[in-house]
Each structure stands twice: as structure tokens, then as C-alpha cells.
């Protein structure tokens, strides 16, 4: 039976309990919401570890615009119905003024991880990154010795919580999961809820651009300025899309590299406003001719896996569209030639 906590410390009890009696935990922070993107998280830490908490809490610390806060999707009975069906054992689902006593007043302690969250996120959402690791950081105080779970989606989040760990020396081993993607390529997202029909079909030009990004880096193209204004321009077509950044980066420390190669592992970002809904994306690139890759595959050190997407995301290179992806897989095909023209991409869903 799962038990519902909206105390920190019952929810701490349960889980010192749980690990005293032997087993251990796997975390899964999230704001709830929950999306078959969360409850692959939920899916991966219940076959790794003895039983799953999950925290559910919308963080004010992370929201810099109040209109993002105010109409962030809030699910809670639904989400407790999702996790209950998947086995979680223990939620945490605390109000603001649980986690932070005196709120509206903000927690004197706040932590901040420098350097990997200066850029890209960091940059369009000041203090976006310090409120992240400020509550990451209480729940791994609150919860302790456990595995912990966090999506490739936010992969700059993923990088900066992997640091942070280790640099405070957390008992938590954190664990990157692929990206879980709607069939036309659409990465899962709560935000998705606030786009009209007509902006999520816009939306896919997220993934599209990274499609077009990861073919120009498959066929040769080691500039990342390059990579980058092949991605931009896929984006800029869209009249509903208004670019925010499209780059190509070292995996692991996510700064632009002088040239693109397979020694440091590459991740395109990319992020972009759909109407007043900013929605993100990324994937894993790497150089070589091969015929036949996967979209989202090689981690580069800082995820690890490839990405679903209710099947399999695949960017096929080769002359006309020969390689089609596997039964069920949305697929970016290249449908004709050896250009890497990004218009000549489509998203396209195999039947079967
Ligand atoms: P959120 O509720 O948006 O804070 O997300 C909670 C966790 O779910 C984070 O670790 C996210 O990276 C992860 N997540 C969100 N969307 C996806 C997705 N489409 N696929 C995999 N993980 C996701």
C-alpha cells in the first residue's frame, strides 16, 4: 500500500525504516503533473532498487515568472493514482510552507553550482538553476542513502545535480533516463498541456532541428557554429517558434568546443518559445559516416541510453530514405540526396 506523506520528517521515518529493514530506495523528484516521461523514471528506479518514493512538490525557488508558477499544470489526485498503479511505496507531497518555513521569506541556505549552470538554461532563467539544486539538495538531506532518478530531457539539470552530489559528498548515486518522446518526436513534457493543437504541431520543431543537427555532425560537420545555424534556421521557419538557443556542446562540461568529436561526446541543445510556452530539447550527436544511427544514443559521459519515444528515434543517413527505422519508431528520414539541407528531414511515424 503506498502512503502519502505531506511531512518532511514522516516521509524522512519511512525511508530510514525502509533501509534499516535492509532494502533500498530509489528518488524520484518531480513536480508532479506526471507524464509517461515521469513514470519511466518511476518504471526504471522499481526494477533497480527495493521500493520507490516519490516527491511531488511545484518549487517556487525555480520559477522566475510568476505566470509560469500560476499556470504550471497541479494534478495531485491523478498523480497519486499513477503512482499507486506503478507500486510506489512512499510520496512526498509537502506544501511550500513545509519545505520552506517562513516562506514567503526565502531560505537563508541556498546552494548554487556555478560554471555548468551559467549558460543556456542558466542564462534565460536567472536563479533558475540555484532554486533547482537548492531543493534537490533538501530532498537528498531529506530523504538520504538512495539512488536518485532524473530525465536526459533537462539534461543541463541532470549535469548540474550529478555535480553537485559529488561535490557534497551526497549518499546519492543519481541516475540519468532517456528521453521519452511523443510518437511525432515530441519530447513528454508537463508544460505541453498549455499548447494549442496548432503550437503542438509546432512544437515539433524541436526535434526536428535536432534531427537536422544530428545529421549535419553525422555527415561531417565538425564546427559547432555550423551545427548550430543548421539547427537555428530549422527553428526560425517555424513563424509560431521564436529560437532561444540551438547549439551543439561537449557533453560533459556543456560549453561549445572549438571542433566537434567523438573524444568529448557532444549534446545539441535547444530551446524555444512555442506561443508564451518555452519548451526544451536535446540529444547526444556523433561524428562518422555511419549508415544508420540513433538520434539520441551516446551519453558522453553525463546520461546513459538511448532515447524512447514509444519506439525508437533514429536519424537515417544515406542516399533517399533507405534505412527505415524499426516497427513503431517515429523516425527522422532524409528523403533524398546527401545533403544535410534541414528541409529535407521529416518526422515521420513507421506504422506497426
Ligand atoms: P519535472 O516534474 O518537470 O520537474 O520533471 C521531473 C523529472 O522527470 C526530471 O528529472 C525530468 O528530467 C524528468 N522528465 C521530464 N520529462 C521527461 C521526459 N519526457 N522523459 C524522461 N524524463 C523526463
Request: charged residues 20%; hydrophobic residues 45%.
Amino acid at each position: 500500500m503506498m502512503i502519502v506523506h505531506e511531512a518532511i520528517d514522516d516521509f524522512r521515518r519511512a525511508l530510514d525504516h525502509t533501509r534499516s529493514s535492509g532494502s533500498s530506495v530509489g528518488l524520484v523528484p518531480t513536480m508532479g503533473a506526471l507524464h509517461d516521461g515521469h513514470m519511466s523514471l518511476i518504471e526504471r528506479a522499481s526494477r533497480e532498487c527495493d521500493q520507490v518514493a516519490v516527491t511531488i512538490f511545484v518549487n517556487p525557488l525555480q520559477f522566475g515568472d510568476v505566470s509560469d508558477i500560476t499556470s504550471y499544470p497541479r494534478t495531485l489526485a491523478a498523480d497519486l493514482d499513477r503512482c499507486a498503479a506503478s507500486g510506489v511505496a512512499v510520496v512526498l507531497a509537502p506544501s511550500v510552507e513545509e519545505m520552506y518555513p517562513g516562506w514567503p521569506e526565502l531560505p537563508s541556505t541556498t546552494v548554487s553550482v556555478g560554471g555548468l549552470g551559467d549558460e543556456w538554461e542558466g542564462r534565460s532563467r536567472p536563479g533558475h538553476f540555484d532554486g533547482v539544486a537548492t531543493v534537490v539538495a533538501k530532498l537528498f538531506s531529506i530523504a538520504g542513502r538512495c539512488r536518485a532518478y532524473f530525465g536526459e530531457k533537462d539534461f543541463q539539470q541532470l549535469a548540474l545535480v550529478r555535480r553537485m552530489a559529488a561535490d557534497l559528498g551526497m549518499p546519492v548515486e543519481v541516475v540519468g533516463c532517456p528521453t521519452v518522446r511523443d510518437r511525432d518526436g515530441v519530447a513528454l513534457s508537463s508544460r505541453n498541456v498549455r499548447l494549442t493543437p496548432e503550437q503542438r504541431r509546432a512544437a515539433t520543431v524541436l526535434p526536428r532541428a535536432l534531427a537536422a543537427g544530428t545529421a549535419a555532425v553525422a555527415s561531417g560537420h565538425v564546427r559547432p557554429d555550423e551545427v548550430s545555424a543548421i539547427m537555428s534556421a530549422v527553428v526560425e521557419r517555424q513563424p509560431l517558434a521564436r529560437l532561444d538557443y540551438a547549439v551543439a556542446v561537449d557533453a560533459a562540461t556543456l560549453e561549445v568546443p572549438s571542433r566537434i568529436s567523438d573524444i568529448a561526446g557532444t549534446r545539441l541543445l535547444v530551446a524555444a518559445l512555442i506561443g508564451t510556452v518555452r519548451l526544451i530539447d536535446n540529444c547526444a550527436a556523433s561524428v562518422g559516416p555511419l549508415v544508420e544511427r540513433e538520434l539520441v544514443g551516446s551519453d558522453g559521459g553525463v546520461g546513459d541510453g538511448a532515447v524512447q519515444a514509444h519506439g525508437r528515434m533514429l536519424a537515417t543517413v544515406g542516399a533517399g530514405a533507405a534505412t527505415a527505422g524499426r516497427a513503431g519508431a517515429a523516425t527522422a528520414v532524409r528523403t533524398g540526396g546527401e545533403s544535410t539541407d534541414p528541409n529535407r528531414w521529416t518526422w515521420t511515424q513507421e506504422s506497426g
